[in-house]
């Protein structure tokens, strides 16, 4: 079965430009979570999607971070406009329903801006 | 917030060896997973265990979720047991994660 699936796997960019990463969660699973991690903050949730409703959207760091999920099997993260302090490797997650069950993670996005 | 704290910080073995990795856990528990970060960086969830022991090949893991903690044992340790290995713990709607131990097993 395929896993979590993340596009693009690197993405090198200028400040200012915008910058959307994609993912593709595990059939059948209704929970999608967006993390990013860094040296210096390790692991940390985004957002928290179920049944492509955002639920909790508490650590999105500030306006210019955007997350859609239009259907059951295609998520979005954007950045706009994109900063260097954005310079981190962004994961997504899926689950078959929120919390309580295993999480699966993508392969990643190591994005840089410079 | 929940605190989540993992021993040790790094550990160096010979391969063979067997390990005993910790997470503490400041809350009760309602969520207790452990990962595999590689060397390349992808996250594999190799237990979810709110309580209770588990086994998958030559890992296991124990929580004990009255005393907040939980071990993640390995046996006969491989090259390729390297990384940094993660446990989380929800509370709420938020999966926290510790800081990890960074394993490295040598030839």
């Known amino acids: 079965d395929a896993g979590v699936i993340q596009s693009p796997r690197h993405e090198v960019t200028e400040m200012g430009q915008e910058v959307t990463l994609r993912c593709k969660p595990i059939?059948?699973?209704?929970?999608l979570f967006w993390y990013r991690q860094t040296m210096m903050r390790g692991l940390e949730l985004l957002i928290y999607f179920n049944n492509n409703v955002p639920i909790d959207d508490s650590g999105m760091p500030e306006d210019r971070f955007s997350a859609k999920m239009p259907n059951a099997s295609f998520s979005t993260l954007k950045i706009q406009p994109s900063e260097p302090r954005d310079s981190a490797v962004y994961f997504c997650?899926?689950?078959?329903?929120?919390?309580?069950?295993?999480?699966?993670f993508g392969d990643g996005t190591r994005l840089s801006i410079l | 917030g929940i605190q989540v704290e993992q021993s040790p910080p790094d550990l160096i073995l010979q391969e063979g060896a067997n390990s005993t990795l910790r997470c503490n856990f400041s809350?009760?528990?309602?969520?207790l997973q452990w990962f595999h970060q590689n060397p390349w960086g992808q996250l594999i969830n190799l237990f979810y265990?709110?309580?209770g022991t588990k086994q998958n090949g030559r890992l296991s893991a124990t929580t004990v979720a009255t005393e907040r903690y939980s071990l993640l044992y390995i046996s006969s340790s491989q090259t390729t047991d390297s990384g940094v290995y993660f446990c989380a713990e929800t509370s709420g709607s938020r999966l926290t994660f510790g800081e990890g131990t960074q394993l490295t097993v040598n030839p």
């Open positions: 809350d009760s528990v309602n969520n």
């Open positions: 997650a899926s689950s078959y329903t929120g919390f309580n069950q295993p999480q699966h």
């Open positions: 265990i709110p309580s």
């Open positions: 059939s059948g699973h209704n929970s």
